[in-house]
């Protein structure tokens, strides 16, 4: 099928494309912005892009030829009074325009609407109820999906939460935590959203997806709060206005102002869904909260899109290149990033880049790595015993010291690495050659995410040593300069 998708550059789009091209289809992104999206990642024949502005005309700009449209745009949290009429205007604009295609299917992903009684809903769910009716006052057949919550890392919902967990080891907190909720992995409802394409008893129809558990508030923090093995406590207190909410979740998270209301606003309603019937149009396992936040905690996230979407590429269609987008996490962890002008030459620096480790060490210090490999087999950890497979030749997957190989690139010069020492949390140490800038360069990236305050503390702790060790280090990758002589220590292949 040909497929429109508008906010391809958003959290749900850049999920829900790998899976439509993983499923053979041909997908035109809609965006407002060409610069904003990621062209790179995701290079393949079967995807295009497109720009436009809803708000303004559409004319010519949709293709005639589209059999399916996807519409998941929202304006939660951009502030200002006139976001509702935004929204609108935009959602007619596209209503009109589609109604000149061949489309016969336009998916909407909405909220669950809590309550008959419009007025009690927040601003932001009457502007999606109202969303809902002028889409599907069109000609083209539409499907409404209404979700709660969305688990997954990137959801504005779940990254309130990881800030509050991560942040606060003990809470007062407003009394919307005992409202309670039917929190959805993202995992399924990029399931829901392709399950429902091209089907007929999808189409005319508005449907709740939530997973497969009623929750509070208070128990999605605490049940996150076990899964990263945190103690948290937690006390709501009743006398804690909308208002004052909303200030708390912006001055102790990392969410704007605006969005903040829009949730506080929303959270006194409980979010439950009132039937299941999306489950016989499109049956799939739902993924528990617990297990959704595990996922959304993988070591590795794949430009944004979960790494379990990779693991389920079997046709072959798919641009095996998606892998090499897997970077480390952008939220709630701490960077070293240093960037060094290559000397020589960019051959020799991913020569230096791809030796690194193993009997040849690691550049700089070599004394402070054996100590801290030292201190890693004191706690039950593999410590630098393991060397290195070859001395010269890295591939994903292989041991590397205390480190395991993510990402071995050689055409583009990158090599990523996850640490599997014992630490208080996760890191990352990546580097990447930056072949257009003149003359090129070397970006290094150290990047750590704590798991609590114990984590916060090891962080602080190592920076002193940060200054010198990864300074230097990246000085010697990039030939500026001299790599220590120092006797090569015994490594186990």
Known sequence: MKILLTGANGYVGLRLLPAL?????????????????????????????????????????????????????????????????????????????????????????????????????????????????????????????????????????????????????????????????????????????????????????????????????????????????LKRWIISIPAMTPRLSSYWLFFVTSTSYPLAIALVDSMKHDVICNNNDILDIVPQELLAYREAVSKAFARIAQNRVPSTWYDAVASGRFDKRFIDQIKPPEHGVQTDKRTFEIIDSTEKCQKRMWSIGGRRGWYTMDWAWSVRGWLDRIFGGTGLRRGRRHPSELHAGDALDFWRVLVADQNSGRLLLYAEMKLPGEAWLEWKIDHTADPPTLMQNATFRPNGLLGRLYWLAVLPFHAFVFRNMGKAIAGSRPISTRKARRATA
């Open 21 to 229: 091209l993983e499923a053979g289809h041909e997908v035109i992104g809609l965006v407002r912005d060409k610069r904003r999206f990621p062209m790179s990642e995701f290079s393949s024949e079967n995807f295009s892009l497109i720009e436009a502005d809803l708000l303004d005309s559409l004319d010519e700009k949709i293709p005639a030829d589209i059999d399916v449209a996807y519409y998941l745009i929202h304006s939660m949290g951009t502030g200002g009074e006139d976001f509702v009429d935004m929204e609108q205007r935009a959602a007619q604009n596209f209503r009109n325009a589609l109604g000149k295609s061949a489309a016969s299917q336009l998916v909407y992903l909405s909220g669950i609407v809590p309550t008959e009684d419009e007025s009690k809903l927040s601003l932001h769910l009457r502007s999606r109820l109202t969303v809902e009716r002028v889409l599907s006052s069109g000609k083209t057949p539409t499907t409404v999906l209404r979700a709660p919550i969305i688990v997954g890392s990137g959801s504005a919902s779940f990254e309130i939460i990881r800030d509050l967990v991560e942040k606060l080891p003990f809470m007062i907190a407003p009394r919307w935590l005992n409202t309670k909720c039917q929190p959805i992995a993202i995992r399924n409802v990029i399931g829901y959203l392709t399950g429902v394409i091209g089907n007929a008893d999808a189409r005319n129809k508005t449907f709740e997806i939530g997973g497969p558990e009623v929750l509070t508030y208070r128990e999605m923090l605490l049940g996150y709060a076990a899964e990263r093995d």
